[in-house]
């Protein structure tokens, strides 16, 4: 049913998704106006291509696509995208279109990577593979924001001890001021925190699909989600219970040392996760 170009369609599909619910989740938490347009231009042409595959294929199979799990599968994604597209132009109720993203994202992800009938053995082991591949890549894409965020959480940390001390001096000069540093720290784990999930829903697909017998409650599937909650909440933090200062410095520091101990340490003690090539 599905060709390989078409296939290829089916990835950047994704790729093109996942970037729209990275830049609705921004404008969701940091109200950027240009981000919420780009992720909905973004969406459009997602939207766009996925109309195109379903035209064809109802032209090839003569049949509206709904008698299989597989076309199903599709078809609910599709609607999902349209209704996403529709409440954000007619009721602009971000919060809804987000989270409504982030399950026509997981619906789009696997109907493109499950290997179905319709693919050959060989491209079905492929699509696996590059599963894996784009999920990795999110994670540690994902791991140099919160590294980021946490380099500008320990630069606050110094530049509030040194105004505290009152050492007026070049260090001080040449770092920024407090209220830039602790702004690029939250900008920087706004966009970590959603690649880290979208990484987690691309992992625990290619899971499901390559490892049936995994243990779920795997110490690297634990951090990774400790991680996500410990960042989720530095969010919470910040966005609904409007704190900053010090003390958010410090929660950020903490939370970047999960970082450290997710990637070095639970891996090592993971019963499954090593870098499959």
Excluded: C
């Amino acid at each position: 049913m599905i060709s390989v170009s078409m296939t290829r369609v089916h990835e950047v599909t994704v790729v093109l998704y996942a970037l729209s619910v990275l830049l609705y989740f921004f404008d969701f938490i940091y109200h950027n106006r240009k981000a919420n347009r780009v992720a909905f231009w973004l969406l459009a042409f997602v939207w766009v291509l996925q109309t195109i595959f379903l035209i064809l294929y109802m032209k090839e199979t003569g049949r509206f696509p709904v008698l299989t799990i597989f076309e199903g599968l599709y078809f609910y994604a599709w609607v999902l995208v349209t209704l996403s597209l529709a409440i954000n132009r007619i009721l602009r109720v971000d919060f809804i279109v987000f989270f409504m993203n982030i399950l026509g994202f997981i619906v789009m992800a696997i109907h493109t990577f499950a290997p179905t009938a319709s693919h050959s053995h060989v491209m079905a082991q492929q699509l696996v593979s590059e599963l894996l591949l784009i999920h990795i890549t999110m994670a540690i894409l994902s791991y140099g924001a919160f590294s980021l965020s946490f380099v500008f959480s320990l630069l606050y940390l110094l530049q509030y001890d040194l105004l505290k001390k009152k050492k007026w001096g070049t260090r001080l000069l040449r770092l920024a001021d407090l209220e830039k540093l602790e702004r690029l720290s939250y900008i920087m784990a706004v966009i970590g925190v959603p690649m880290l999930l979208l990484s987690l829903i691309l992992g625990l697909q290619w899971a499901f699909l390559k490892l049936p017998g995994m243990p779920w409650y795997d110490i690297k599937i634990i951090g990774s989600f400790i991680l996500l909650t410990a960042y989720s909440f530095y969010l919470y933090l910040r966005t609904v219970k409007d704190q900053s200062g010090k003390k958010l410095a410090l929660w950020n520091v903490a939370s970047f040392l999960i970082v450290l101990i997710n990637f070095f340490l639970f891996g090592q003690l993971s019963s499954f996760h090593l870098w499959y090539s």
